[in-house]
T-cell receptor, first 109, second 114 residues
């Protein structure tokens, strides 16, 4: 099945810093989704991004489908950005999302 | 707009007991699914449904049953709980299949089987 790899696995930042999270996938996909799991465990859908770039406030995401990767940018990070960031893709013929292992982000005040 | 609602949030079961995890969505989504999240294993699909009356198995279906009698509800039944089913369970929905639509998740149910 499709493989999804995220890097880095852990990231510690000071409040106000910028960061880039990467997601590589091993096969062609119809879309890619980024999620934030907050410290209370809730999974929030950040982006649905099959290709191109989308922005939502301090967060933006870029997917280059032909090269099989996506990037999540977090600018001017805040402590509330802490948590685990997952990317997930569906295989072209499948009905489930395959999740990466996640990037654990800690933003210190 | 409540989105995807799961109950209960926490549950402790004894080995061999049965229970039902409830999931409801108010977005009129056709596609609903159940995942479990375990340390080091990520999120894995248990069962999914593409509409009322239609369900199918995911990656790890053993020990679980589902049914979909309405568009809104998709309960997950544990038939005879085992310690290996200790996990965090998430219900998700999307307007169509996850291949073409954004997935929204409930807040999760943390289940411990002793």
């Amino acid at each position: 099945g499709i493989q999804v790899e995220q890097s880095p696995p852990d990231l510690i930042l000071q409040e106000g810093a910028n960061s880039t999270l990467r997601c590589n996938f091993s096969d062609s996909v119809n879309n890619l989704q980024w999620f934030h799991q907050n410290p209370w465990g809730q999974l929030i859908n950040l982006f649905y991004i099959p290709s191109g770039t989308k922005q939502n406030g301090r967060l933006s995401a870029t997917t280059v489908a032909t090269e099989r990767y996506s990037l999540l940018y977090i600018s001017s990070s805040q402590t509330t950005d802490s948590g685990v960031y997952f990317c997930a893709v569906p295989p072209t013929s499948g009905s489930r999302l395959t999740f990466g292992e996640g990037t654990q982000l800690t933003v210190n005040p | 707009n409540a989105g995807v609602t799961q109950t209960p949030k926490f549950q402790v079961l004894k080995t061999g007991q049965s229970m039902t995890l409830q999931c409801a969505q108010d977005m009129n989504h056709e596609y609903m699914s159940w995942y479990r999240q375990d340390p080091g294993m990520g999120l894995r699909l248990i069962h999914y449904s593409v509409g009322a009356g239609i369900t199918d198995q995911g990656e790890v279906p053993n020990g679980y049953n589902v049914s979909r009698s309405t568009t809104e509800d998709f309960p997950l039944r544990l038939l005879s709980a085992a310690p290996s089913q200790t996990s965090v369970y998430f219900c998700a929905s999307s307007s169509t299949g996850v291949g073409s639509a954004r997935a929204f998740f409930g807040q999760g149910t943390r289940l411990t089987v002793v």
